[in-house]
């Protein structure tokens, strides 16, 4: 198939940006301003290799992140194509082109979510790849009967490893059960520490399911306001004087919804208060993995000195959401009363999945693959906030967060927020209620998931928004 391309696409090898996103940002310019339109076809990834004079398997990650975004399409025994579903580009001034921006119809649905991965990222031949080969092993019969209720022992040992090393922690796969995603660690834990008439102080905003498995368990749910630092801890210790605080369920590393990091002030605080009143810390880590500064804060669960704690993690934001697999590090006789009530509700975990990951970790393919990701999302981040910048500007507050996949922004203006998210429903696009993470009274703020959407599409939605603040 002929390739006209006369594109020249230059590198520059000192830059801290890493060569294959040089190579997409290249050919999303090259689109931007019409060398390529839609339908074009680009070279073979070998043809563009010898051209660039880099390595095929930085063109293929390049290739895979522009695909990934909806730039490009792959057809099987084709090629690779500028996608037909992009919308004309005007080439005008950038004054003009701010003045002609107009959203078309919605393109079926649209949406914001609570931060979910790009599941279009998802190293999903790797893992196919472990699966398969999983069962051509001669003992393959071996992972076919039943194996503990804690989860994988290698598995285990694996995490231990990697929470000693990367999240400060010090702890033994002996502390560990592995469960199908966080909503079931959280079922477990509150029917393992909690029973009926417990106090439990949560966020508000906050995170919903989490509350609903402690009200399961019988308690009583009291809620905490979020300040620009995190928890508001002088009304944790009013709580703790007046009433018997069983556990407080927290998200320090970016809060949900509003991804504010506590502060280590307050960090330190709230460890002091436990152990002097004795309340469990239920810390849920839920997106440790995405962050873009120098380093993720370390969890309060890494703090040699606190005494009782439940840490909660997740692998189904690494690879992807329909993937369930999740973990919580405890103490050694939580984690047995822990697995002794999984036993009743599910035998054990999706042991064959636990090796294929497994594999993968030792393969180096998960770290290779949130490299790359931490990118794309920076990128998309990037992005995100420019659309904020330019459409909302004296509309809205908000703070870049320095990690997570969503924006948490604030209406300027007092407005009625449950009527904003019907009418954006009504016009294609879904964002998340905001009764979906308020305690009592609606909270005046909306959360917004970047990570699974193009640049088209968070344009689309923002400039929606725009006309309805």
Same mark, same amino acid.
């Given at each position: 198939?002929?390739?006209?391309?006369?594109?020249?696409?230059?590198?520059?090898?000192?830059?801290?940006?890493?060569?294959?996103?040089?190579?997409?940002?290249?050919?999303?310019?090259?689109?931007?301003?019409?060398?390529?339109?839609?339908?074009?076809?680009?070279?073979?990834?070998?043809?563009?290799?010898?051209?660039?004079?880099?390595?095929?398997?930085?063109?293929?990650?390049?290739?895979?992140?522009?695909?990934?975004?909806?730039?490009?399409?792959?057809?099987?025994?084709?090629?690779?194509?500028?996608?037909?579903?992009?919308?004309?580009?005007?080439?005008?001034?950038?004054?003009?082109?701010?003045?002609?921006?107009?959203?078309?119809?919605?393109?079926?649905?649209?949406?914001?979510?609570?931060?979910?991965?790009?599941?279009?990222?998802?190293?999903?031949?790797?893992?196919?790849?472990?699966?398969?080969?999983?069962?051509?092993?001669?003992?393959?019969?071996?992972?076919?009967?039943?194996?503990?209720?804690?989860?994988?022992?290698?598995?285990?040992?694996?995490?231990?490893?990697?929470?000693?090393?990367?999240?400060?922690?010090?702890?033994?796969?002996?502390?560990?059960?592995?469960?199908?995603?966080?909503?079931?660690?959280?079922?477990?834990?509150?029917?393992?520490?909690?029973?009926?008439?417990?106090?439990?102080?949560?966020?508000?905003?906050?995170?919903?399911?989490?509350?609903?498995?402690?009200?399961?368990?019988?308690?009583?749910?009291?809620?905490?306001?979020?300040?620009?630092?995190?928890?508001?801890?002088?009304?944790?210790?009013?709580?703790?004087?007046?009433?018997?605080?069983?556990?407080?369920?927290?998200?320090?590393?970016?809060?949900?919804?509003?991804?504010?990091?506590?502060?280590?002030?307050?960090?330190?605080?709230?460890?002091?208060?436990?152990?002097?009143?004795?309340?469990?810390?239920?810390?849920?880590?839920?997106?440790?993995?995405?962050?873009?500064?120098?380093?993720?804060?370390?969890?309060?669960?890494?703090?040699?000195?606190?005494?009782?704690?439940?840490?909660?993690?997740?692998?189904?934001?690494?690879?992807?959401?329909?993937?369930?697999?999740?973990?919580?590090?405890?103490?050694?006789?939580?984690?047995?009363? #822990?697995?002794?009530? !999984?036993?009743?509700?599910?035998?054990?975990?999706?042991?064959? %999945? &636990? *090796?294929? =990951?497994?594999? /993968?970790?030792?393969?180096?393919?998960?770290?290779?693959?949130?490299?790359?990701?931490?990118?794309?999302?920076?990128?998309?981040?990037?992005?995100?906030?420019?659309?904020?910048?330019?459409?909302?500007?004296?509309?809205?507050?908000?703070?870049?967060?320095?990690?997570?996949?969503?924006?948490?922004?604030?209406?300027?203006?007092?407005?009625?927020?449950?009527?904003?998210?019907?009418?954006?429903?009504?016009?294609?696009?879904?964002?998340?209620?905001?009764?979906?993470?308020?305690?009592?009274?609606? #909270?005046?703020?909306? !959360?917004?998931?970047?990570?699974?959407?193009?640049?088209?599409? %968070? &344009? *689309?939605? =923002?400039?929606? /928004?725009?006309?309805?603040?």
């Amino acid at each position: 198939m002929l390739r006209p391309w006369p594109l020249q696409i230059h590198l520059d090898k000192k830059s801290d940006k890493a060569i294959y996103l040089q190579i997409a940002d290249a050919v999303i310019d090259a689109i931007k301003t019409g060398k390529l339109v839609n339908g074009n076809a680009l070279p073979g990834s070998r043809q563009l290799a010898e051209l660039l004079k880099v390595n095929r398997n930085t063109v293929v990650e390049a290739l895979d992140v522009l695909t990934a975004e909806g730039w490009l399409v792959t057809i099987d025994r084709k090629g690779t194509f500028v996608t037909e579903s992009l919308p004309k580009i005007s080439h005008s001034s950038e004054n003009e082109k701010e003045q002609k921006v107009e959203v078309e119809d919605p393109i079926s649905f649209l949406v914001f979510d609570d931060g979910l991965p790009d599941s279009r990222l998802a190293p999903m031949n790797d893992l196919a790849r472990a699966y398969r080969e999983l069962f051509s092993r001669k003992s393959r019969w071996q992972i076919m009967g039943y194996s503990s209720e804690l989860g994988n022992l290698e598995f285990r040992k694996s995490i231990a490893q990697m929470l000693n090393f990367k999240r400060g922690m010090s702890i033994f796969h002996d502390q560990i059960c592995i469960t199908r995603g966080s909503q079931m660690a959280m079922y477990l834990a509150s029917h393992c520490i909690l029973k009926s008439g417990d106090f439990v102080l949560v966020e508000n905003p906050g995170y919903k399911p989490a509350w609903e498995a402690f009200e399961n368990a019988g308690a009583t749910l009291l809620p905490v306001n979020i300040e620009s630092d995190g928890l508001d801890i002088d009304q944790v210790e009013k709580y703790l004087q007046h009433k018997n605080i069983k556990a407080i369920y927290v998200t320090p590393h970016h809060q949900f919804p509003t991804t504010v990091t506590l502060s280590l002030k307050k960090r330190l605080k709230l460890i002091e208060l436990s152990n002097q009143y004795h309340f469990t810390i239920i810390e849920d880590d839920y997106d440790n993995e995405f962050h873009f500064g120098l380093r993720p804060i370390l969890p309060i669960s890494s703090y040699s000195g606190l005494k009782n704690y439940i840490y909660i993690g997740t692998f189904s934001k690494i690879v992807a959401p329909a993937l369930r697999i999740g973990y919580l590090v405890s103490s050694h006789e939580n984690v047995l009363n #822990i697995g002794n009530h !999984r036993k009743i509700i599910d035998v054990q975990g999706d042991n064959i %999945m &636990e *090796e294929a =990951i497994l594999s /993968l970790i030792n393969e180096g393919k998960i770290k290779r693959h949130l490299k790359k990701a931490n990118l794309v999302y920076k990128s998309k981040r990037d992005f995100f906030e420019s659309l904020l910048n330019r459409y909302l500007q004296n509309k809205i507050t908000f703070t870049k967060p320095e990690g997570g996949l969503a924006f948490w922004i604030v209406p300027k203006e007092d407005c009625n927020v449950l009527e904003i998210f019907e009418k954006l429903k009504s016009q294609g696009i879904q964002i998340m209620s905001p009764n979906r993470f308020s305690f009592d009274e609606t #909270i005046k703020g909306f !959360r917004l998931g970047y990570a699974s959407l193009s640049e088209k599409q %968070m &344009e *689309e939605g =923002i400039i929606v /928004l725009s006309k309805l603040l």
